[in-house]
């Protein structure tokens, strides 16, 4: 099992920057894919960049390619995102996820067993 919190999360205006955190608890974090989803009031939990266990494969949605970056560091227990030219559509509550390794990246909500509490993004125009 795993334990993930999120931080990082805050106000920011349009074309901004935000560097989200998401540290899990274990001794196991390396055997995890992860991923990034996120819930806007009203709407449904979407995703947003998965990584495998080892960092060598990555996955965005398509509202967030080309701006976001998914990545890694194993040592640390921690994922990260890091959302550059942030739009006022971003703003949303951001979850980690976690899933045991397999081939493939998983895009869909219901393909991750942990999640953590989430932390806001606001992005104001």
């Known amino acids: 099992q795993v334990r993930l919190v999120e931080s990082g999360g805050g106000l920011v205006q349009a074309g901004g920057s935000l560097r989200l955190s998401c540290a899990a608890s274990?001794?196991?974090?390396?055997?995890?894919?992860m991923g990034w989803f996120r819930q806007a009031p009203g709407k449904e939990r979407e995703f947003v960049a998965a990584?495998?266990?080892?960092?060598?494969?990555?996955d965005y949605g398509d509202s967030v390619k080309d701006r976001f970056t998914i990545s890694r560091q194993n040592a640390k227990n921690t994922i990260y995102l890091q959302m550059n030219s942030l739009k006022p559509e971003d703003t949303a509550v951001y979850y980690c996820a976690a899933e045991l390794f397999k081939p493939g990246l998983r895009v869909g909500v219901d393909e991750y067993d942990y999640w953590g509490q989430g932390t806001q993004v606001t992005v104001s125009s």
């Open positions: 990584v495998t266990w080892n960092g060598g494969s990555t």
């Open positions: 274990g001794r196991t974090f390396s055997r995890y894919d």
